[in-house]
């Protein structure tokens, strides 16, 4: 059974930090592209950061500069740092596993909430 579970969401003041986790199981971990996603209520879910299979990174314009992807496939774990956090990131973000062969294997977490407020 695949599971994706993320951890690491809260309240935090603007400026402030968080580094989220995504640890997966029931996959062969280093064949999947990661992926996080964030949705904010009334909004479309949105794509703020990828990392390939090969280390390859991409940055929605709205995060790059404050967020860094990166993965650990000893530990089957993705993460997200996210640095000098807004108000407007506030959102339940979610990471997303696709095979690098086919997208037909997708896998998706639950989500972990994510306020930025004072």
């Known amino acids: 059974q695949v599971q994706l579970v993320e951890s690491g969401g809260g309240l935090v003041q603007p400026g402030g930090s968080l580094r989220l986790s995504c640890s997966a199981s029931g996959i062969s971990f280093s064949a999947y592209h990661m992926a996080w996603y964030r949705q904010a209520p009334g909004t479309q879910r949105e794509l703020v950061a990828t990392?390939?299979?090969?280390?390859?990174?991409d940055y929605s314009n709205s995060v790059s500069g404050r967020f860094t992807i990166s993965r650990d496939n000893a530990k089957n774990t993705a993460y997200l740092q996210m640095n000098t956090l807004k108000p407007e990131d506030t959102a339940v973000y979610s990471c997303?596993?696709?095979?690098?062969?086919?997208?037909?294997?997708?896998?998706w977490g639950q989500g972990t909430q994510v306020t930025v407020a004072s």
């Open positions: 990392i390939t299979r090969g280390g390859a990174l």
């Open positions: 997303n596993a696709r095979h690098f062969f086919t997208s037909a294997l997708t896998y």
